[in-house]
C-alpha cells in the first residue's frame, strides 16, 4: 500500500475510493484536501498512460497546498478493476472523466481538467461530452496520435500477456533506441520502465490496439474551453511537433514550454498553474 502522505502537502486530507464508471468498469480516484480553505478551482487530475502515482509526487506536494484534487487514475492502469470485455479506447477514457466528474458533483466552471499525455488526449476527446464546463484545460504534453510502427503492431496482436516478462525488455531497448533521448532527460526513461514494470500486460495489449487507430484531430476545433498546453521541446516522444499544430487548431490556447519531461513534472509545472489562472482575465474572474 502507497503512504498517501508522500505524496500531498503537510497537513492536507485525504482518501480513495473506487468510482464505478460502467457496470463493467471501477476506477481508483484519490482526494486530496487542503489544509486551508481557499478559493481555487478544483483539479482533476489524469495521468498518462499507465502512469504512477509516484511520477507526480512533486507536483502533488506543490499543488495539494492550495488545491482540491482528485486523481483518477484511468481503466487501463493495474488500479483498475474491469470486468467482462471492455473498451480501452481514447473515447472510453474520456467519457469516465465524464462520469468521475458528475459524481463528485463539480459545478460550472469550478474545476480544471488537467490531463497529461494520454490523459491530455483523453480530456480534449471527453470534452464534447461535458455538461459541466470546466474553468479550462490544463495539458501536459498531449498527444495527437499514437504511433506504434508495423512491427511493433504484429507483434502486439500475436503476443500472449503470459509472455510479457519476455518482451518487456525489448520494449525498453525500443524506447531508449528510437523514442527516447536519454542523454538530456534519463529520468524519463527510467521513469517509463517503472510505468512497464507495474503494468498490467492484459489491458496493456488491449488499450495499445485501442490507442494505436486513434487521431485527435477532429475534436480540436469544436473546444470552446481556453487550455494552457504545456509543452517539453525535448521530449521527442510526444512530437512536439504535432503539439504546435494542435496549438494552431484551438481557439483559446496558451503554450509554454518546459523544456524537458523532468521540469514538466516538476513544482514549477503548479507555479505554470497558478500564473495562467491569475493573468489570464476570464479564468482571473471566474475562479474568484
Known amino acids: 500500500m502507497e503512504n498517501l502522505s508522500e505524496y500531498c502537502a503537510p497537513g492536507t486530507r485525504f482518501n480513495e475510493e473506487m468510482v464505478r464508471v460502467s457496470n463493467n468498469v471501477s476506477l481508483r480516484v484519490i482526494t486530496f484536501l487542503p489544509s486551508q480553505k481557499n478559493n481555487n478551482p478544483t483539479v482533476v487530475f489524469i495521468a498518462g498512460w499507465i502512469s504512477l502515482l509516484s511520477a507526480w509526487r512533486d507536483v502533488l506536494c ?38 468521475t466528474v458528475y459524481h463528485h458533483n463539480l459545478g ?11 490523459g491530455a488526449t483523453a480530456v480534449l476527446d471527453c470534452c464534447r461530452f461535458l455538461k459541466q464546463a470546466p474553468l479550462c484545460l490544463v495539458l501536459i504534453a498531449p498527444n495527437a496520435v499514437f504511433r506504434v510502427p ?102 483559446y490556447s496558451t503554450y509554454i514550454d518546459l523544456k524537458t519531461n523532468k521540469l514538466t513534472h516538476s513544482r514549477g509545472l503548479v507555479e505554470e498553474i497558478r500564473r ?11 475562479g474568484q
Open 62 to 99: 506543490e499543488m495539494t497546498k492550495d488545491f482540491k484534487v482528485f486523481y483518477i487514475e484511468t481503466r487501463e492502469k493495474i488500479s483498475s478493476v474491469v470486468r467482462g470485455n471492455v473498451d480501452y479506447s481514447v473515447e472510453a477514457i474520456g467519457k469516465d472523466i465524464v462520469k
Open 150 to 251: 508495423p512491427l511493433g503492431m504484429f507483434i502486439i496482436k500475436i503476443f500472449n500477456p503470459l509472455f510479457y516478462l519476455i518482451i518487456k525488455p525489448i520494449v525498453k531497448w525500443y524506447f531508449r533506441t528510437f523514442r527516447l533521448d536519454i542523454k538530456s532527460d534519463f529520468r524519463q526513461y527510467k521513469k517509463y520502465c517503472n510505468y512497464l514494470d507495474a503494468a498490467d500486460p492484459w489491458k496493456l495489449k488491449k488499450a495499445i490496439m485501442s490507442f494505436s487507430k486513434y487521431e485527435v484531430w477532429d475534436v480540436l476545433e469544436n473546444i470552446e474551453f481556453p487550455a494552457l498546453i504545456i509543452g517539453a521541446s525535448r521530449d521527442v516522444f510526444h512530437d512536439p511537433e504535432n503539439i504546435q499544430k494542435m496549438i494552431s487548431m484551438m481557439k
Open 276 to 286: 495562467y489562472i491569475q493573468l489570464y482575465p476570464p479564468l482571473a474572474k471566474g
Open 108 to 118: 460550472n466552471k469550478s474545476y480544471i481538467l488537467l490531463g497529461s499525455s494520454l
